[in-house]
């Protein structure tokens, strides 16, 4: 550690000059990180990286060994099935039942490049489904490359902060922004990123309900897939199990991606789960345009086809490997992802000690989960300024504001805090920051 802190406004413009970036409080992910990595190698110094959501755990042995095991089998010369192979489907259908107690049949789970393309080659298709309605609605804060996913498109958005419209108050701004007719879906990921609350069930049967009196169909993002570790639900075909909108609506989408779940995030492989509904609905413009007669093939032969021609063959035998011991009670997942739980109270107790409080801190009544994220604030001072101080103290982070919330503050990820030298760094950094600023 060659430098003092904090680092100088000079260390931090220069990087930010050499990034490209015009705009911290709105810049990406990535981008946050290169500025980063810039003042790394610019004041020789270790910085603490609470920025990019890289899994911290090692990637599942399971999975390793099926991909292996496919490999040497010969699958790399053969283009997979762009419908995904049966493993996958039958085993994505038994894991969705196991710990979801839902009754999704094999051909509507079709296996996706990540659940970055899964969301990307939805946005196409949902934008085109019904005319007049080519808006996506988004429950903020959000994962940001999936806005930009529809800026990139050209597809209008509608979105809003939750932190204002918790529980009841949920179905009146609901209602007064799908009653135009002009929003095709709704997109949210729960638990939350960056925020880590999970929707209580009164707020999923609220979205349920709307998405079916409006005919809007819900994109449910399960990144971090039964991460909720106040409850016990990694237990194949108990209760409880994992909340989702599918119980108050036949009109969702579920993305369970095994980067988290499964720290397989180098693989880049998920599924898209739709329901019977979803997968065999049609329009005049699907039939038109794609001359296919329902949303599933236009989906899967329109769209993904031309993403992609399919999924990594081997990465698709090895999240099916990895689905079949979760629900045989053999890959205890949710109990080796505690470990982030574990991981985010030692953090935020070093950050509230040193003056920080929780923006997004309730459930309903309950506090938030311990878990992936956490948002943190700090009195007096705005998110992008905040943001750029911890910069300086060799704190990575990322501003609220790119995630659409209206709140000021941060969104700290505590999967890189792997070391107790990471917490240590971490809370000396803190404790100059916070001398230098008393509340």
Not at 333 to 360: L, P
Request: proline share 5%; net charge negative; aromatic share 10%.
């Amino acid at each position: 550690m060659a430098s003092s802190f904090p680092l100088s406004q000079d260390t931090l413009q220069q990087a930010i000059d050499r990034v490209g970036v015009i705009d911290m409080n709105t810049a990406t992910i990535r981008q946050i990180c290169a500025v980063a990595a810039d003042m790394e190698r610019a004041s020789d110094t270790r910085f603490v990286h609470l920025e990019m959501g890289n899994p911290g755990l090692p990637p599942s042995s399971v999975g390793i060994a099926a991909e292996i095991q496919a490999l040497n089998s010969g699958v790399a010369n053969q283009y997979p099935n762009i419908i995904g192979i049966k493993p996958i489907k039958d085993n994505g259908s038994r894991f969705v039942k196991a710990f979801l107690d839902l009754d999704i049949p094999p051909r509507c789970i079709i296996p996706t490049v990540g659940s970055m393309q899964a969301s990307f080659t939805l946005f196409i298709l949902l934008g085109q489904r019904k005319p007049g309605a080519d808006t996506i609605l988004y429950i903020n804060p959000g994962f940001p490359a999936q806005r930009n996913q529809a800026k990139l498109l050209g597809l209008n958005t509608e979105q809003f902060d939750i932190y204002e419209y918790r529980g009841v108050k949920l179905e009146a701004k609901l209602e007064s922004i799908l009653s135009s007719g002009k929003v095709s879906a709704i997109i949210y990921s729960n638990p939350n990123n960056p925020a880590w609350f999970n929707l209580t069930e009164q707020e999923l049967e609220i979205i349920g309900r709307q998405a079916s009196k409006h005919d809007v169909f819900v994109v449910e993002d399960h990144a971090y897939f039964g991460m909720d570790f106040r409850k016990p639900l990694g237990r194949p075909y108990e209760p409880p199990f994992v909340p989702t909108v599918a119980r108050y609506t036949d009109n969702y989408i579920l993305l369970i991606s095994a980067s988290k779940m499964f720290s397989y995030a180098g693989q880049r492989i998920a599924m898209v789960c739709m329901s019977e509904t979803v997968c065999d609905s049609s329009s005049d413009f699907i039939r038109s345009f794609y001359e296919m007669p329902t949303f599933g093939d236009a989906y899967v032969f329109g769209v993904l086809y031309c993403a992609s021609s399919g999924v990594t063959h081997s990465a698709q035998y090895a999240y099916a490997a990895m689905l079949e011991a979760a629900v045989e009670g053999k890959l205890d997942f949710v109990s080796d992802c505690a470990e982030y739980g574990r991981r985010a109270e030692r953090a935020k107790r070093i950050f509230t000690d040193n003056g920080f409080h929780i923006v997004y801190s309730h459930d309903g009544d309950a506090p938030i989960a311990d878990g992936f994220f956490f948002t943190v604030g700090y009195k007096g001072f705005s998110g992008e300024r905040l943001h750029a101080e911890l910069l300086r103290h060799g704190i990575a982070t990322i501003p609220l504001r790119s995630t659409g919330s209206n709140q000021e503050g941060l969104r700290v990820c505590i999967s890189t805090l792997s070391h107790d030298s990471d917490f240590e760094h971490l809370a000396a950094r803190l404790a100059i920051f916070h001398s230098n600023n008393p509340l």
